[in-house]
């Protein structure tokens, strides 16, 4: 089956624009074009588009790809070539890996430490609130009991002065 490059667009997530870019730097060398010029892909095709697209997720780079499809063309005298190549990827995605784990580490300590700060803030807010209403409330009973006592003086002295 021959697919447009707007239906491989669909079927990878590619866009079209990119796999044109891919296909002029000679990633596809057996797309087929019609009398329009229009390019149609093959099942293999995808299977191109697919490699080329994990290999940039990887960060490898165009001229790395497009070196590793010549590879392929050579047939299998070329997989020992092709072997250290993916290995080497291999490698550099493993130390990209390593330095996100690593960085990955300090973003979570980061999150730690601020989360414990918003709950010590929290806790300092309740603590703080609890403390001002035990405040607030031994405030009222020391007026209150000043209240009482003032009024019971009152009555004293009124009961002396009779």
């Known amino acids: 089956m021959a697919y447009t490059i707007k ?29 329009n010029n229009v390019r149609y892909f093959s099942q293999r095709d995808l299977q191109w588009v697919a490699l080329a697209q994990c290999m940039r997720e990887t960060g490898m780079s165009i001229a790395k790809i497009s070196e590793f499809v010549e590879l392929c063309k050579l047939g299998d005298k070329s997989i020992p070539a092709r072997l250290k190549m993916i290995k080497e990827q291999e490698k550099e995605i493993l130390s990209t890996l390593e330095s996100y784990t690593k960085a990955l580490k300090v973003v979570q300590k980061k999150i730690s430490f601020y989360e414990e700060v918003l709950a010590k803030e929290e806790q300092d807010k309740l603590t703080l609130g609890q403390d001002e209403r035990l405040r607030n409330y031994y405030q009222e009973e020391r007026d209150y009991q000043s209240l009482k006592d003032h009024a019971s003086a009152k009555k004293k002295l009124a009961r002396k002065e009779k």
């Open 7 to 35: 239906e491989v667009e669909k079927l990878t997530g590619v866009s079209a624009h990119t796999i044109r870019y891919w296909a002029k730097r000679g990633l596809f060398s057996h797309i087929q074009r019609d009398e």
